[in-house]
């Protein structure tokens, strides 16, 4: 079993350093400092709409006017169609603004010959602390490793525990991928999900076997608890940044993190020793 976990962990990681579970950020988006925002458009063009979505990490443009319009990045709107871009000007991605902090900035359009100007701004959020949730995680992946040593019946405390990972884990894509305005919600959510894809059926479908007493069962909980741990491990980003690509509140999307590192963790470490006792008494009873 402790081969097996290693084994998949390492795959993980491997994913994590090669950029693979970047896709757990649903669209593209990271946890920012700051949101961004359109303050102005002048002059003010009839039919001309410019707004920042995804808090700000995008730029979308409808084109109500009727001649072309086109934006810094080079690409030309036709009339009555919109374009979504990013602007590294105006885009909070990568930038650091304090909290309370006003970034101005600016980018200048074409419309039709005409030069148009868009003023925005980011605006700094507070940090939170990052501390409690990095103990939070670590606190419950060993208060389930010491229960699972106490418990008659550990290996129901791993298939539930497993359980909770997958749900959290799945709550968690869901979340990212309603945040993306920029791209269609079916191919963004399979994106995000990744290697989850494997996971999710591992621990479902390892937890209805493990409930029917089968050592087999843990053995796909443990390992799709290990995979859902390391796939989420870009997502601690959101224990430090005020931001987050997710649509709901931002402590929920911290608690779900916690849960699906700290049990995802907790379960893979003490399945070991859960599977050793399922298979001493299996000896026993023969």
Known sequence: MRRIVVALVTIGCTLVVTGGPAAAHAGGLTATDSRGHVVSITPALPGLEVVAIEDGARLRLRNGTGGPV??????????????????????????????????????????????????????????????????????????????????????????????????S????????????????????????????????????????????????????????????????????TSFHRAVLPFAGPADLERILVVLALGLGAGVAVAGAGVLRDLARKAEETV
């Open 70 to 167: 086109t934006i810094p990045a080079g690409a030309t709107v036709a009339p009555g169609a919109e374009h979504t871009w990013t602007d590294e000007r105006a885009t909070p991605d990568g930038r650091t603004v304090a909290a309370g902090r006003t970034v101005p900035w600016t980018i200048t359009l074409d419309a039709d010959g005409t030069p148009v100007t868009v003023d925005g701004v980011l605006v700094g959020e507070e940090r939170p602390p990052a501390a409690p949730w990095w103990a939070a995680a670590a606190l419950t992946g060993t208060a389930l490793v010491l229960l699972a040593r106490r418990l008659r019946r550990a290996d129901l405390l791993l298939a539930a525990a497993g359980g909770v990972a997958a749900l």
């Open 169 to 236: 884990s799945i709550v968690h894509v869901t979340g990212s991928t309603l945040a993306v305005e920029s791209a269609p919600l079916a191919g963004t959510f399979l994106s995000a999900a990744g290697i989850n894809l494997l996971a999710w059926p591992l621990i479902i479908g390892g937890a209805v076997t493990a409930l029917r007493g089968r050592a087999t069962g843990i053995l796909a909980v443990c390992g799709g608890a290990a995979l859902t741990a390391v796939f989420v491990l870009p997502d601690v």
